[in-house]
């Protein structure tokens, strides 16, 4: 899952661009309805939505760090679905007997829903809303902890198609995209069929983004895309070129790409030209940020301690240290749609407002 972290799409973006000056980048991200999933999260503005270890829906709102099960009503005491429960009145309630994994957007929870490897139920709720509806029945299981991307009015996820084969006596899997239109609660398969590893999802207007694993060359790491019109898949990034020239997020005409130590770079689709816009002499973890801005962290050599963090401005060149609040907050990610930072993992995850921690910041020379 990527990233369990963090990524840099920009839809509806503008970008003027000098392959000599740093400081020509301008943008504009206004009005871009976009979200993916973080780890087993859906980070926003208002807080943090996630499954809970006890299958219920959490929330934990911005800049805190205790979090609630998803329901308003002051006289509910919460009991999970189970078979002597098998309907709960709470509305942070999962479904009983069935494997549910959850993502948020725009003041919605979607539910993806299983209790056999050959189907899932989806359903939604209104958050604060009367309860659950039921919107689709899709032919796959589904695979939301591989990554959950929301673009514009679509759901993408990953989901496989389970054949039996009664000559070997076992199931045998094939992955795909599927668009799920959340206007009309019909979808689409929007890839090729596959059998390798997904670890990421990205979406932009015209492709879907895939960092997978090859199954068959000990898990090496590469990255392709399925345009979603003609499925037609395409190898951008090979196996052996990924050592050293690692994704981490695409825009609609080039990526951002990381060389495993100290350099962060731009590439370009069309053209293949590229340029280097950060160069530490010293091991890195970056991040993969939305919006205008790459948040990166320094680490010993070894990797096991991080030393500082940083904050890249796209538009303006400028790098920030921001090392205090990285290390007390645990910064992980950056998102600049929903204007926060993110913090902690899994089920520690919470955010902080972007102008809390860039506030603190003091400008630096690369």
Known sequence: ?????????????????????????????????????????????????????????????????????????????HEPATDA???????????????????????????????????????????????????????????????????????????????????KGKLEGTY?????????????????????????????????????ADASKNNGLFMKRVHKDTCEPEIFISVEDYKTHRSLAIYDDYYFYYDGHGEVGIKYFESGESEVLIDKDCSIIPDDSLGNGLFYRTVTDDGMTVTGGFFYDLITGETLDITEKTLELDIRSYDGYEGIFICGVLHSTFVVPEEEILATGKVVSE
């Open 176 to 212: 795909y995209i599927v668009e799920f239109d959340l206007l009309n609660n019909d979808y689409r398969i929007v890839s090729d069929g596959f059998t390798d590893y997904l670890s990421g999802l990205q979406v932009t207007k015209d492709y879907v983004y895939l960092w997978m």
């Open 1 to 77: 899952m990527k990233k369990i972290v963090c990524f840099l799409i920009m839809f509806s973006m503008v970008f003027l661009v000098s392959c000599k000056e740093k400081t020509e980048f301008t943008g504009v991200a206004e009005g871009v309805r976009y979200s993916e999933t973080y780890q087993i999260c859906t980070a926003t503005k208002e807080g943090v939505f996630y499954k809970g270890s006890n299958d219920m829906v959490h929330f934990r709102p911005v800049a805190a760090r205790e979090d609630m099960i998803l329901c308003y009503d002051p006289n509910c005491v």
């Open 85 to 167: 429960n098998p309907d709960p009145t709470c509305k942070g309630a999962l479904f009983n007997g069935a494997y549910t994994n959850i993502a948020y957007y725009e003041g919605y929870i979607y539910y993806s829903v299983m209790d056999n490897v050959f189907e899932h139920d989806l359903y939604k709720m209104k958050v604060g809303g009367s309860g659950r509806e039921y919107i689709a029945t899709l032919p796959y299981r589904p695979d939301f902890l591989s990554g959950v991307v929301f673009y514009e009015d679509y759901m993408y996820y990953m989901v496989v198609e389970n054949v039996r084969n009664e000559e």
